[in-house]
């Protein structure tokens, strides 16, 4: 059986409205915005860490 373009985007549409009838209670969005916001902020602040590890230790033999 060759499958035509007509028959084809039928399909492609019978299976979206299939998609969309099981599927309509579900979010289908991701936070990945959001996700890759809290990523720059966590290697950002990893960055830095070594820093505020030093900055501790200093501190921390100038108290003894």
């Not at 409205?17 to 990893?46: G, I, M, N, S």
């Amino acid at each position: 059986m060759k499958l035509m373009a007509k028959s084809a985007k039928e399909m492609l549409q019978v299976l979206d409205e299939t998609k969309e009838a099981f599927f309509k209670d579900r979010k289908c969005t991701y936070p990945y915005t959001e996700w890759e916001h809290k990523r720059a902020q966590v290697k950002e602040r990893l960055y830095h860490l070594p820093e505020l590890i030093r900055q501790a230790v200093e501190a921390t033999n100038k108290e003894e």
